[in-house]
């Protein structure tokens, strides 16, 4: 099993970026996928997830709004658009995965398969 995020990168206020998620060792048509991103000194945080169920449907506060994830099957890939960057957004950016469709939460805990993650940088 294996996630691969790309995506990441230097942008500016107001700014957008699309990450992305590849999955390999399982399919997304029975499995959901987080998107989660941690600041350093910072407990890693939740910020969106998406399952084949429609179980999972959780956006953090703080991007409501301006990120929308989302799943292509075909490429068995999961994106997290980005709008109106804030410089707040900056974090790593991590994709999760958990082999079921039914997960209903952006906890870590519901996890076990993880990428290694994707810098995201939002000068003001």
């Known amino acids: 099993v294996q996630l691969v995020e790309s995506g990441g990168g230097l942008v500016q206020a107001g700014g957008s970026l699309r990450l992305s998620c590849k999955v390999s060792?399982?399919?997304?048509?029975?499995?959901?996928i987080a998107w989660f991103r941690q600041v350093p000194g910072k407990e890693r945080e939740g910020v969106s997830c998406i399952s084949s169920t429609g179980s999972c449907t959780y956006y953090a506060d703080s991007v409501k709004g301006r990120f929308t994830i989302s799943s292509d099957y075909a490429k068995n890939t999961v994106y997290l658009e980005m709008n109106n960057l804030r410089p707040d957004d900056t974090a790593l950016y991590y994709c999760?995965?958990?082999?079921?469709?039914?997960?209903?939460?952006?906890?870590?805990?519901?996890?076990?398969?993880w990428g290694q993650g994707t810098q995201v940088t939002v000068s003001s």
């Open positions: 060792g399982f399919t997304l048509d029975d499995a959901t």
């Open positions: 999760a995965g958990a082999r079921w469709g039914g997960v209903t939460t952006a906890m870590e805990y519901a996890y076990d398969y």
